[in-house]
C-alpha cells in the first residue's frame, strides 16, 4: 500500500536535507571553512536523529540503496579528517596519524560489537516461546541494553564523542580535542563489546535447542494437558483466538494454547492457560508423544495442515463465530475430526453448502462466550436509548454487502444522531479498511460526525470520584506485566512466568467492576466511539437497547440477550429475498442503505407493544445458539471431554495394534549396527 500523502513531504524533506547536509559537509572540508563545517555537520546529525525517532521507514530505503548508517557516519567522519588536514600544515600530519587509527580502530570495534550482538540474539532465539509457565530452568536473563542491539543508534551515540572531538579540534586546532573524543568512543565500543562476550560465555548463555526440547518434553509430561486451543494468524486476527480463552480455562483438565507465531505471544488476552509457541515443525511435532488429546480450532490456516498430520491428536473447528455468510462454510472444514457449532442453523449451512463435512461430524455446543450477556430486560429506562452500531469489516471477497460502512454507514449514524432520545455507541470491526480504502474512509467520517454531535449536546457529567482510575489500575495490575519497552522474548518469558494462584478470579471480578465504574463514568446522553479492548463487544451489549449491525456473528451473538436488533442490507437484494438467503434476518429489522426505517426502528423499541418480531426472535434465538440448557459452558466441556475419549480410545487402538505387529516388523527407528567379521583362527 502506497506511504500516505501526507509522509511523502516528510520524507522528500528528510532526504533533501540530508544531501545538503553531507554537500555543504564537503564543500567545508575542501575549501576549508570551519563554520560551515560546523553547522553542516551539526545539521547531517540532526537528520539522523530524525531518521531514527520519527522515520524508521526510511533506514531501509536508504539501505537498500547502499547508503546505511555506517557508510554515512564514515563519510561524516571522513570530511572532517580532510578538514582537519586541509587547516593543518603538512608537519601536523603525523599529528593526526593517530587519531585516524583510533577511528579505525572505533569502526572495528563497532563491527565486533555487531557481530557478538548477531550471536547474542542467536542464543536467546529459543525454538520455543511460553507465557503462564515456570521456565527459569531455561537460564533466562533480561536483555542487553538496546544500543547494543541496534546498529544505528549505538554507531550514532557511540560515535558522537569522535565526531564532536574532531569539530572542536577543527575550530580549535587543538588536536587533544579530537583524542579525548575518539578515546571516549573506542571506550564506550570497548565496555559494549566486553558485556556482549560475558553472554556468550557457557555459564550466561540461555539454554541450546536441545537442552530446549528436554525441558519441553518434560514440562509437557509433567503438566499433562489434556485439550488445547490452537491458533496461527496475522497480528489483527488475535481476537478470533481471545474469544475462546474463558471457555478454555474453564474446561475439565488442563487446557494449553498452542502458537505458531511469536509475536502473537503478546498478542494473546491475558489469562492463566499456559501459553506454547512452537514456531517449528519439527518442534510442533514433539505433541505428539504428550498427553494432549484434543487442539480445538477457532480459525484456518496454512499452518493447520501442519498440526493436522500429528495422528495422535483428534481436531476440531469452533471458528470465531457464526454467521450466514459463506464464509462460515468453508470446504477446508472437512479436513477436522469434528466441528462444533451453536446451533442447529449452522448444522443445517453446512448440510446445505455441501463443502464435504458429514452430519454426524456436527456437534451443536452453543455459545459459551455469551453466557455472561444479560438478558433482555424490558424497554430503555433512561433518558436516552442506547444504540449499538457494530458493523462487520469488508472481508476478502469484496462483496458489497458484507460491510454497510462503505454504502449505509454515514446515513445510519446520521439518523441515529437526529433523534435527540438516542445515545449512539459506534463499534467498527477492528479489521475495517483493511482491504478497501472506502470502507476506512467512512469508517473516519462516521467518527467525525459523532465527535461534531458530541460538541452540539450539553448535560451534566458524572462527577468523578475516581473509581474509574482505580478499577482500571486494579486490572491492569492483574492483566499486565511491567516489562520494559525494550525487553526480548527471553526477558518477557522470564517475567511471564507462572501466574500467581487465584489471577484468573480476581480478573473476573476486577472486569465486572472496571465495566461497571467504566459506564458510570459516561454521561447517559454522550455518543461513544468504542475502539479499545475495553470495553469488550459483549459488555456493550449489555448497555445497548438495541443493535444495528451486518449479516455476521455480531448478530447471531446478541440474540442471545433477545432484545431488538436491525440489519442493514446494503446486498442489493430485495427486502424477502434477502431474508430468505440469510436466516438470521428473519427475526430483525431490515433496513435500507438510506436508513429511512430508523424512526419506526426506534419508535418499536421505546414501546414494546409495537414490536412484532418477539417471538421470532424467542423462536431464531433457539434456532442459531441452541437450547439455553445446559449452558453452553457445560456443552462446551461435555464435547471436549467426549472428543478426549475418542483420542484416548483411539491412541489404545494403535498401541494394540503396534505391539501385535512388534515381532513380525522390525523397528526401522533403531539404529543398525552391523557385526564385525570373526578374525579367522
Known amino acids: 500500500m502506497p506511504a500516505p500523502l501526507s509522509r511523502i513531504p516528510a520524507r522528500a524533506l528528510v532526504t533533501a536535507l540530508l544531501a545538503a547536509a553531507f554537500c555543504a559537509q564537503a564543500v567545508a572540508a575542501l575549501r576549508p571553512h570551519v563554520p560551515l563545517l560546523l553547522g553542516a555537520t551539526a545539521l547531517s546529525l540532526a537528520v539522523e536523529g530524525v531518521l531514527l525517532r520519527w522515520q524508521r521507514g526510511m533506514l531501509s530505503v536508504f539501505a537498500k540503496s547502499h547508503a546505511d548508517i555506517t557508510v554515512r557516519h564514515v563519510l561524516r567522519d571522513l570530511l572532517l579528517i580532510v578538514c582537519l588536514l586541509r587547516l593543518g600544515e603538512q608537519h601536523r600530519e603525523p599529528v593526526y596519524t593517530p587519531l585516524i587509527a583510533g577511528l579505525l580502530a572505533f569502526y572495528v570495534l563497532h563491527c565486533a560489537i555487531q557481530a557478538a550482538s548477531v550471536l547474542v540474539r542467536r542464543t536467546r532465539t529459543l525454538p520455543v516461546v511460553t507465557r503462564n509457565i515456570d521456565a527459569t530452568a531455561l537460564r533466562l536473563s533480561p536483555a542487553p541494553p538496546i544500543l547494543l542491539r541496534r546498529p544505528g543508534p549505538r554507531l550514532l551515540v557511540f560515535g558522537l564523542p569522535a565526531t564532536a572531538g574532531l569539530l572542536a579540534t577543527a575550530t580549535t586546532d587543538d588536536p587533544r580535542c579530537?583524542?579525548?573524543?575518539?578515546?571516549?568512543?573506542?571506550?564506550?565500543?570497548?565496555?559494549?563489546?566486553?558485556?556482549?562476550?560475558?553472554?556468550?560465555?557457557?555459564s550466561r548463555r540461555p539454554a541450546g535447542e536441545r537442552e530446549t526440547l528436554e525441558w519441553l518434553d518434560a514440562w509437557l509430561a509433567e503438566y499433562r494437558p489434556t485439550a488445547g486451543l490452537y491458533f496461527s494468524g496475522g497480528a489483527s486476527?488475535?481476537?478470533?483466538?481471545?474469544?475462546?480463552?474463558?471457555?478454555?480455562?474453564?474446561?475439565?483438565?488442563?487446557?494449553?494454547?498452542v502458537l505458531r507465531e511469536r509475536f502473537m505471544v503478546q498478542k494473546i488476552a491475558p489469562t492463566d492457560v499456559p501459553v506454547l509457541c512452537l514456531p517449528k515443525v519439527s518442534t510442533l511435532m514433539r505433541l505428539e508423544e504428550s498427553s494432549l488429546q484434543v487442539l480445538i480450532h477457532p480459525s484456518n490456516s496454512g499452518k493447520t495442515s501442519q498440526v493436522l498430520r500429528i495422528p495422535t491428536l483428534k481436531h476440531t473447528f469452533v471458528n470465531h463465530g457464526e454467521s450466514d455468510k459463506l464464509s462460515s462454510c468453508n470446504p477446508y472444514a472437512k479436513a477436522y475430526d469434528e466441528v462444533w457449532v451453536a446451533g442447529p442453523a449452522a448444522r443445517e449451512r453446512y448440510a446445505?453448502?455441501?463443502?464435504?463435512?458429514?452430519?454426524?461430524?456436527?456437534?451443536?455446543?452453543?455459545?459459551?462466550?455469551?453466557d455472561d450477556v444479560r438478558p433482555y430486560a424490558g424497554p430503555p429506562s433512561g433518558a436516552c436509548t442506547t444504540v449499538l452500531y457494530a458493523p462487520t469489516w469488508e472481508g476478502w471477497d469484496g462483496n458489497p454487502g458484507n460491510t454497510?460502512?462503505?454504502?449505509?454507514?454515514?446515513?445510519?449514524?446520521?439518523?441515529?444522531?437526529?433523534d435527540a432520545g438516542v445515545r449512539l455507541l459506534y463499534k467498527p470491526h477492528p479489521l475495517t479498511g483493511s482491504v478497501d480504502p472506502r470502507a476506512g474512509a467512512a469508517d473516519l467520517r462516521i467518527r467525525e460526525l459523532i465527535t461534531a454531535a458530541n460538541r452540539e449536546r450539553t448535560g451534566e457529567r458524572p462527577h468523578d470520584t475516581g473509581e474509574l482510575a482505580l478499577r482500571t489500575a486494579e486490572l491492569d495490575r492483574l492483566t499486565t506485566t511491567d516489562v520494559r519497552a525494550s525487553a526480548d522474548q527471553l526477558e518477557r518469558m522470564l517475567l511471564q512466568s507462572a501466574p500467581e494462584p487465584g489471577r484468573a478470579q480476581a480478573v473476573t471480578r476486577a472486569t465486572a467492576a472496571w465495566e461497571e465504574a467504566y459506564w458510570a463514568s459516561l454521561p447517559e446522553w454522550e455518543h461513544q466511539v468504542v475502539t479499545a479492548a475495553r470495553p469488550t463487544l459483549y459488555a456493550c451489549f449489555n448497555e445497548a437497547d438495541l443493535l444495528?449491525?451486518?449479516?455476521?456473528?455480531?448478530?447471531?451473538?446478541?440474540?442471545?440477550?433477545?432484545k431488538p436488533y436491525a440489519v442493514a442490507n446494503t446486498s442489493g437484494l430485495a427486502e424477502d429475498v434477502f431474508r430468505k438467503a440469510f436466516p438470521t434476518v428473519r427475526a430483525g429489522t431490515v433496513l435500507t442503505p438510506d436508513a429511512a426505517g430508523v424512526p419506526e426502528?426506534?419508535?418499536?423499541?421505546?414501546?414494546?407493544?409495537?414490536?412484532?418480531?418477539v417471538e421470532a426472535r424467542v423462536e431464531l434465538k433457539r434456532h442459531l445458539l441452541g437450547p439455553d440448557e445446559p449452558p453452553s459452558q457445560v456443552r462446551f466441556n461435555e464435547a471436549v471431554q467426549s472428543l478426549c475419549s475418542e483420542a484416548g480410545e483411539h491412541?489404545?487402538?494403535?498401541a494394540e495394534r503396534l505391539a501385535a505387529e512388534t515381532p513380525e516388523i522390525p523397528d526401522q527407528r533403531r539404529s543398525f549396527t552391523p557385526q564385525r567379521p570373526a578374525h579367522p583362527a
Request: a negative charge.
Open 651 to 654: 491412541r489404545a487402538r494403535m
Open 404 to 418: 454497510s460502512v462503505i454504502e449505509a454507514g454515514e446515513n445510519l449514524v446520521r439518523a441515529l444522531l437526529a
Open 548 to 562: 444495528i449491525s451486518d449479516v455476521s456473528s455480531v448478530i447471531s451473538d446478541f440474540l442471545a440477550s433477545g
Open 237 to 257: 486476527s488475535a481476537y478470533q483466538a481471545n474469544m475462546w480463552l474463558e471457555p478454555l480455562a474453564k474446561l475439565d483438565g488442563r487446557p494449553l494454547i
Open 601 to 613: 426502528l426506534l419508535d418499536a423499541v421505546r414501546h414494546p407493544e409495537k414490536d412484532q418480531l
Open 352 to 370: 446445505y453448502a455441501e463443502v464435504g463435512v458429514e452430519d454426524k461430524d456436527v456437534v451443536e455446543i452453543g455459545r459459551p462466550q455469551l
Open 178 to 202: 579530537a583524542a579525548l573524543g575518539v578515546a571516549l568512543s573506542l571506550g564506550l565500543a570497548l565496555v559494549g563489546l566486553c558485556d556482549l562476550l560475558v553472554r556468550l560465555l557457557p
